[in-house]
């Protein structure tokens, strides 16, 4: 089974929640047992899970990536200023594959899944698969 839902991001740099979109359709597919795959068809955005019981991990996430890769030095800057998006987004990947067990992901107590935009405010298509 597969389905798509729209995220829109409203700044540039904007780590936003979509556990609860993706569990939805994991208890709609009505699987017991299986593989959720996340992807987001973008260069620009990635998906990761990790921490958002705190809202201060998000931000120095975000931080920790623009320090380590700042935006404007880039050769691909010179085709649409986003370089650093590009390799940001390459880094952090496009997908995550969760388990499936009793119809629900299996995640841990403090993780998220979570759409990373690095090149917003943009709509973003997330792409979920179960089997």
Known sequence: MQREFEIRSQRKFEVVDITT??????????????????????????????????????????????????DGVWRHDRIDGNGAAHIKAAILGPGETVPVRRGKLVLGTWQSLMLVDLDGPRRRRVVVTIR
């Open 21 to 70: 979109g993706v569990a939805a359709i994991v208890a709609d597919s009505r699987i017991d047992e299986g593989i959720c795959s996340v992807y987001v068809p973008h260069a620009t955005a990635a998906i990761v899970i990790n921490e958002n019981a705190d809202p201060n991990l998000c931000t120095d996430l975000l931080d920790a990536l623009d320090t380590l890769i700042p």
